[in-house]
């Protein structure tokens, strides 16, 4: 046993220390702040100034002078009385701490008096003193003291939005990059998946989903043109092999399900959590990734500012007509074949364009679920397939078609170009293919549908084709002619199946007065509704499996259009053949 | 207000920052008593005993002058504590003391000072053992709780606290005070209007009632002036109030006047 003797215990309350009102006090952290005492400096304290709070609402007024009142404050403190307002004295030793660690960039806190503790007991502070006894202090008061917060939390509405986008943070990479090279001004077009959402489900419409995702795809597919990355299109081709070879895994597949699908096509409105997954696989499935900032780069490049704003501007407003004006020729026009119908007269790049391009959006629009790159090369692919068959087409019919044979590939590319700057509604869609389930699906059948064609066209199968269409409720029998009318009667076809409509061959002109299918009513019809240049014409009516040869068909129509003598004017270079209603 | 320089932040003393003081918590009993304890002086000691393998003891022994602080009929308080040591944690402690100078008209203003006295390493809660000191201590402190605050009395007589008063003292005053005055009589208009400028320089509103009071004069004549040259105001930020018509007053030079 080690006794030990302490020094005596000092008074613990000292006269003079009463007198200067020495008073001590606690002060708490939590140990979370990580305080040490000893490792301060330049600390200083101060009681916070409440005066304001305190003051409250009053506005301060001149006390004498002008705009001064006589006798106002005391008026107020009698009506105040008469109230039962009691007013009280401002005391600033009332007031809470506050504590500045480390000088003016250093930590700050808030102590706030803490009550009740010395209710039951009383503290003491002990300490040594100089000369080697203990000293007991009592303590007066405790405050915790807790840091306070420089930066400023969000409100909850602000905090509601951020909640609202917290699926966007799969996309965040690409979200980024892109609101770094842009400039900024298209702020906009990134965040409406809702109302993409919203609109897609209204419209059921596969189109919507084609349209703006092609414009990309040309898009990155022009650009990867201009920037002579040979590597980069090699690389695209050998991906677009493999990805082919897994869209005809997928179509096989896609068959199966088709028509579970057909009663799934109500079960349009998905929950927030629905494809969350599915997000995660079309990010890793695709290589976006990679191919995305190469884009935006090119973009930059190009200049997006002008160019990019002006064309969608123009284009967008024009897809939406387009769109509209296809739905109701679904409705209500029995021939419909005509869908294309482009307002604009500039921008009427012929019928044949407009299917080109609209084969091309599906094909976009298909491969957009499943990789990117495949998307653009096969486009390019069918491209240029297309070029080879109007080229053996006009060779084969030789009058109309070699006289235009050199612009029409020129004006083809060209529209082609045209479209591919427009990319600001693609990314819209991109982003809200993983948000909507019914998008997905919807693109997984539209990559079934362009594999046909695009298969057709390649190898020549027309069973398959044949197939297809009865599933899709068109008649198969003049479908089994060559395979590369089919091909072109399918592209034709694929724009306007949903509308069901049929040809005016089939509906209108009677199959007993005209064994060609060409009569001059519906070439009226067509040259009434908007110029068209020959070739267009032709097109169109080559597409309704007139079972004649090109040669015929060439034959059939100049005497037609002998016989209507249409309005011909020239614009940019081509001859656009129209009639007045 | 009272005291605007305790918004000035001063610096803290650091120089005993980094130095480990002791919590303790003491019985009320014991804090009585030294809070009466008279200057500088012992009032207890303490024992540390320390054990191989045990932790610290620490006890704690009044001193016989704390002892003898009693009033008459007060309980004496036990005389040995032993003190329990415990720990801080998930919290850091720390003391500063504050210096608020007692009376600013002192020959040497004490200015207010705030100093770190340290860090807490350890509290102890003091205890008393439970001999039949500290029993007879509980005991009467038990029965003074139990000792109802409000009683009843029964009183033998009716207690009248008030009477009815027909007319009270300060209104006999009142009375009394104007019969003095007398009628406000109708001053020179001239002088009227000096003393309504005159208040006019010092605030801009005025209240019909303090402007009679301020004049002396009857309400309808100091109305009659009024309605020459100054203003009546309807609405509300300076609502029933007089001001002066515009081009009676030159507002930025009085200010200016005032404020040199």
């Not at chain 1, 061959?505 to 908007?530: C, F, H, Q, W």
């Not at chain 1, 267009?536 to 005497?559: A, C, H, I, R």
Request: aromatic residues 6%; charged residues 35%.
């Amino acid at each position: 046993m080690d006794l030990r003797n302490f020094p005596y215990m000092a008074g613990a309350t000292e006269e003079n220390l009463r007198n200067t009102k020495k008073k001590y006090h606690v002060m708490k952290f939590t140990s979370s702040v990580n305080i040490d005492f000893s490792k301060w400096t330049q600390v200083k304290m101060e009681r916070e100034n409440n005066m304001k709070e305190f003051r409250g609402t009053e506005e301060e007024m001149p006390k004498f002078g002008a705009g001064s009142e006589f006798g106002r404050d005391a008026r107020e403190e009698a009506r105040r009385k008469k109230h039962g307002v009691v007013s009280r004295k401002y005391r600033p030793e009332d007031q809470p701490w506050i504590l500045k660690v480390g000088g003016k960039t250093g930590k700050k806190f808030r102590g706030n008096r803490e009550g009740g503790i010395g209710e039951n007991a009383s503290y003491y502070v002990f300490t040594h003193a100089s000369d080697g006894a203990i000293e007991a202090f009592p303590l007066q008061e405790w405050y915790k003291f807790q840091p306070i917060q420089r930066y400023k939390s969000l409100t909850a509405e602000e905090a509601e939005e951020q909640f609202g986008r917290r699926h966007k943070v799969v996309n965040y990479f690409s979200l980024m990059l892109q609101q770094r090279m842009r400039s900024g001004d298209e702020d906009g077009d990134l965040e409406d998946p809702e109302e993409g959402k919203t609109k897609k489900s209204s419209a059921a419409n596969k189109k919507e989903l084609k349209i703006s995702d092609m414009d990309e795809w040309i898009d990155s597919d022009d650009d990867s043109d201009d920037s002579d990355s040979s590597d980069e299109k090699k690389d695209r081709e050998e991906k677009d092999e493999k990805d082919k070879k897994k869209k005809n895994k997928k179509e096989l597949e896609a068959k199966k399900k088709k028509k579970r699908d057909s009663d799934d096509e109500a079960f349009e409105e998905s929950d927030d959590g629905d494809e969350e997954g599915r997000e995660l696989d079309y990010i890793s499935d695709s290589s976006e990734s990679v191919s995305e900032p190469e884009q935006v780069a090119n973009k930059e490049l190009k200049g997006v500012a002008e160019e990019d704003a002006l064309r969608k501007l123009l284009s967008s407003g024009e897809e939406d007509e387009e769109e509209e004006e296809e739905k109701e020729d679904g409705e209500k026009d029995s021939e419909g074949e005509d869908k294309n119908g482009n307002v604009d007269a500039d921008k009427a790049g012929g019928a044949q364009n407009n299917k080109e391009r609209e084969g091309l959006k599906k094909g976009s629009g298909g491969s957009a679920g499943v990789g990117p790159p495949a998307g653009s090369s096969s486009v390019k692919k069918k491209k240029k397939k297309k070029k080879k068959k109007k080229n053996d087409h006009s060779s084969g019919s030789g009058n109309l078609g070699s006289a235009k044979k050199g612009g029409k590939k020129d004006e083809s590319h060209d529209s082609a170009s045209d479209f591919s700057s427009d990319s600001s509604d693609s990314d819209d869609t991109k982003k809200k293919h993983p948000k909507d389930l019914k998008s997905i699906q919807e693109t997984n059948r539209l990559i079934l549908y362009v594999d046909n064609s695009g298969a057709s066209s390649r190898s020549g199968t027309p069973t398959k084709d044949g197939l297809e269409a009865g599933k899709r409720k068109l008649p198969p029998a003049p479908e089994l002619g060559t395979s590369q009318t089919v091909a072109n009667s399918k592209r034709a076809r694929l724009d306007n199946f949903s509308s069901a409509a049929l040809s005016p061959y089939y509906n209108t002109g009677n199959p007993g007065s005209s064994d060609s299918g060409i009569t001059e009513d519906a070439v009226r019809r067509y040259l009434m509704r908007k110029p068209m240049t020959t070739t267009e014409l032709l097109q169109k009516f080559k597409s309704k499996k007139t079972g004649l040869t090109s040669d015929q068909l060439v034959n059939v129509m100049t005497q037609i259009l002998k016989r209507i003598n249409p309005v011909k004017q020239t614009i940019k270079g081509k001859m656009y053949l129209s009639i007045k209603p | 207000m009272a005291n605007p320089n305790l918004h000035v932040d001063r610096d803290l003393d650091l120089s005993n920052a980094g130095r480990g003081v002791w919590l303790v918590k003491v019985p009320k009993y014991i804090a009585n008593k030294w809070e009466k304890a008279p200057g500088n002086i012992e009032v207890g000691k303490l024992k540390i005993s320390k054990n191989p393998g045990c932790k610290a003891q620490v006890s704690l022994t009044l001193a016989e002058s704390v002892l003898c602080l009693k009033e008459p009929g007060e309980e004496s308080i036990p005389r040995d504590h032993h003190l329990d040591v415990s720990s801080v944690t998930c919290q850091t402690l720390g003391v500063f003391s504050h210096i608020t100078p007692s009376n600013s008209d002192s020959v040497v203003p004490e200015t207010e000072k705030l100093s770190m006295e340290g860090r807490i390493v350890q509290k102890l809660e003091c205890r008393p053992y439970a001999d039949s000191c500290y029993m007879k201590l509980k005991v009467e402190s038990i029965r003074k709780a139990s000792v109802p605050v409000r009683q009843v009395q029964q009183l033998d007589r009716i207690v009248q606290n008030f009477k009815p008063v027909s007319d009270h003292k300060h209104n006999i005053e009142y009375e009394e005070k104007k019969k003095a005055e007398g009628k406000k009589a109708r001053d020179d208009k001239d002088s009227v209007l000096e003393m309504l400028f005159a208040a006019f320089e010092k605030h801009q509103y005025y209240n019909i009632r303090d402007l009679v009071k301020i004049t002396r004069q009857p309400i309808v004549y100091l109305k009659e002036i009024l309605k020459e040259v100054c203003n009546y105001n309807l609405k509300n930020p300076h609502k029933n109030m007089w001001e002066l018509k515009p081009e009676y007053r030159h507002y930025k030079e009085q200010i200016s006047d005032h404020t040199t």
